[in-house]
């Protein structure tokens, strides 16, 4: 897995290749600006090439440089080993971070807080959503407030995604 950057050309109106920006990575959300001028993507890390991305992460951009390499920031040290899709998303603050993520084990999610920018987290407390089903998307209403989107499981479910057709 690796992530790359794609840049739309708009003479042409073709998405043209600018390379890979981070190794071993998954996005699962858009990237935000933070307050320190750089860039921050939630996601997800493998350990090595060849294994499912398994490992909380962010990705770190170097300024308003987004087609550079950026710094891949574990939010753990290791893989979440119940974990089977552990996606992220975060808010941001100022310097202060915060992020969800999920587990579709039915397991209790965690909540990571960084107080330097993304550069270091700790894992807070598990969070109550019922959302082992679903990705989340994080963000902050006009008023400031904090918000999570996602699907509520159906009852029955056992926390996994529906194969129902809409």
Known sequence: ???AVFVLNEATHRWEPC????DLFLPNCQPLKMADGNWIMAGRV???FG??????AVAISRGDNLTGRWQVVPLQAQELSTAHCPETTVWVEG?????LTRNDTGAVPFVFASHDYGRTWNAVKEHTLTASASKLYAGHLSSGERYVVFN??????NGF???ETL
């Open 1 to 3: 897995t690796t992530c």
């Open 19 to 22: 390379g890979d920006i981070a």
């Open 46 to 48: 493998a350990s090595r």
């Open 51 to 56: 294994v499912k991305p398994r490992i909380p």
């Open 95 to 99: 310097r202060e971070l915060l992020a």
């Open 152 to 157: 509520l499981p159906a009852e029955g479910e």
């Open 161 to 163: 995604r529906s194969r």
